[in-house]
């Protein structure tokens, strides 16, 4: 069964430092997908990026950048430059290719950024 | 606004009766998803309708539940006989390739 783990629960930072989440899957799938989205405090899971594992590119999308390692089944997002809008809890995912591709989400990590 | 909607926003009942959330996706999703997400935790999967057809459930999914899709449009998530423990937001998704859009959930509180 699938598996993703966020280790870090709440992570602090002085704006414009630089923070990384962390992310750790597990599946038995060979073709499968990873995500990640943000929950701000009015609640709602806003997407973010979606990896295929056969594309082990990273990605950078302005402030935001996405480290994929299958060797390590790794799935980090970076923050440069944090911001106080980037405050929200930020949750890894994974689909695995069949049927229904529902998600399983990590538990979240926590992330407040200070003026 | 093209966007998941969801219907009520909060609900607040008491033990024992019955609730009924409803979901909008976005027009040209045909898949759609309820989780549901209790306080500090990732959302969990309860079901999937790929048009009018449920065809995945989870183990989460107690026969109090029954989720229903219609037309292949809207869907509705029921709640029988509620319980302290179905205090949780339930969220409903809706995609058409790959990513799964979430509405902004209803936040159930069971006295």
């Known amino acids: 069964a699938q598996k993703v783990t966020q280790a870090q629960t709440e992570i602090s930072v002085v704006e414009k430092e630089d923070v990384t989440l962390d992310c750790v899957y597990e599946t038995r799938d060979t073709t499968y997908y990873l995500f990640w989205y943000k929950q701000p405090p009015s609640g709602e899971l806003v997407f973010l990026i979606r990896r295929n594992s056969f594309d082990e590119q990273n990605e950078i999308s302005g402030r935001y950048s996405w480290n994929f390692q299958k060797s390590t089944s790794s799935f980090n997002f970076t923050i440069t430059a944090s911001q106080v809008v980037d405050s929200a809890v930020y949750f890894c995912a994974l689909s695995e290719f069949g049927s229904a591709r529902q998600l399983t989400f990590g538990s979240g990590t926590q992330l407040t950024v200070l003026p | 606004d093209t966007g998941v909607s969801q219907d009520p926003r909060h609900k607040i009942t008491k033990r024992g009766q019955n609730v009924t959330f409803r979901c909008d996706p976005i027009s040209e999703h045909n898949r759609l998803y309820w989780y549901r997400q209790t306080l500090g935790q990732g959302p969990e999967f309860l079901t999937y309708?790929?048009?009018?057809?449920?065809?995945?459930k989870s183990r989460l999914l107690s026969d109090r539940f029954s989720a229903e899709r219609p037309k292949g449009s809207f869907s509705t998530l029921e709640i029988q006989r509620t319980e302290q423990g179905d205090s949780a937001m339930y969220l409903c998704?809706?995609?058409?390739?790959?990513?799964?859009?979430f509405g902004p959930g209803t936040r159930l509180t069971v006295l």
């Open positions: 309708f790929q048009n009018e057809a449920q065809l995945e």
């Open positions: 998704a809706s995609r058409v390739v790959e990513e799964q859009f």
